[in-house]
């Protein structure tokens, strides 16, 4: 319900139909962080170039013994004084990626704001021929703290990217792009109508909204499956195959169109994970 009065709020100075007709300032793309480094614990980062400190000074050390085994005049004390350092070397780097591994493996790292981040690096993919028509990008209205979606990471970056192409082939030259995250209960999917596998879970929605749509090939709110869009054969097809990961993944994607707007309106449902989610950052990178 939060969604639908925000949406309806038309004519108001801040609502997100406006915002995308152009009647309030559009954020430009900028690039955000990637997924793998995301909430790093600052002594971790501290730790990590520690680490490649240490690293390079061994290197050093033993490049220093290399040269040093000419300028002895004893050559057995030379070589003798050479394997030594090297084996010491060897044993200090064992030790230290062990110790790295350690700290790896028992330090993970939350997995946070991945819906967000993989919006960003989608349109960072797209951002030649966003330029190229000139298309304003609106994303200010993500939620914080969104939950983590059940969605492989790999998987949602195709949905996104499947979307985004089809968006991007309806909207005209210097039209508007935006998007809206929200979470929201199952029970709230029951009062709307809908319909979810799981209708008592928990959910988050991805709202992709866009100027522009081809006339005749929507209904004012459908779903994708019955009928489908009919745009153009390749982008019909693209936007199917993200149709199917999402219902494998007990999601929905529906559509709203208003032609008055002109304004195409993609809802994208998907489950949220209920497991802890994390990952484990590298410290040799």
Known sequence: MERKRFLEQENGKNSFLSLLKGEDKINELKERDSVTVQNIPSWFTLFAELFSNIKDTLEKIKSIAHLSREKFSDTEYAEFFYKTIIKDIAKTDSVLNCFADYLKINSPIPKINTVHILLEEVLKNHEDILGEKKIKIFKKQYEENLPETSVHDEQLKFILDSVLQYAIHSIP?????????????????????????????????????????????????????????????????????????????????????????????????????????????????
């Open 173 to 285: 030259p210097q039209g508007s792009l935006g998007f809206l995250t929200r979470f929201f209960e199952g029970q709230e999917t029951r009062e709307e109508g809908k319909t979810l596998s799981q209708s008592d879970g928990k959910y988050i929605e991805i709202l992709v909204a866009f100027t522009g749509y081809e006339k005749g090939s929507h209904p004012f709110e459908t779903e994708l499956v019955n009928p489908a869009p009919q745009q153009g054969g390749m982008d019909d097809f693209v936007l199917r195959l993200a149709e199917e990961i999402i219902k494998k993944n007990r999601g929905m994607i529906k559509f709203k169109v208003d032609d008055e707007k002109p304004i195409t309106l993609i809802s994208l449902t998907l489950p949220v994970e209920r497991r802890k989610m994390v990952h484990y950052q590298s410290t040799t990178a």
